[in-house]
């Protein structure tokens, strides 16, 4: 599992956010991997994409189709043209991961 998010160069606040949910996940020991990464901060989300281990799924730690769920996200997994790489598009618009992370959670 490849999360992506945001990030921030002037805040940690996103980065600790979505470190908490990574946390939470990788807990779980659902995925042989849980990564992170970034799309305006280390570790960014391209090079993490390349060297993510397959298969891989990509999850969008963005609330709604946006830009980057739209476009960046998606044009990056697209761009590999790797068949084992599955987009589940973002946290806000697939109900079924909002409920495993919040099993993660509330255990």
């Not at 709604?64 to 996200?73: I, K, N, S, W």
Request: hydrophobic share 50%; charged share 20%.
């Amino acid at each position: 599992l490849l999360l992506v998010a945001h990030g921030s160069r002037n805040s940690g606040k996103s980065a600790e956010a979505a470190a908490s949910i990574h946390d939470g996940l990788a807990a779980t020991g659902l995925f042989a991997t849980t990564r992170l990464a970034f799309l305006e901060q280390e570790p960014l989300f391209p090079q993490a994409l390349k060297a993510c281990p397959r298969p891989t799924i990509v999850l969008g730690l963005f609330t709604g189709r946006g830009m980057h769920a739209e476009d960046d996200v998606r044009a990056a997994v697209k761009a590999l043209g790797d068949r084992s790489v599955i987009l589940v598009e973002q946290l806000g618009g697939y109900a079924p991961i909002i409920e495993l992370l919040s099993s993660a959670w509330f255990r």
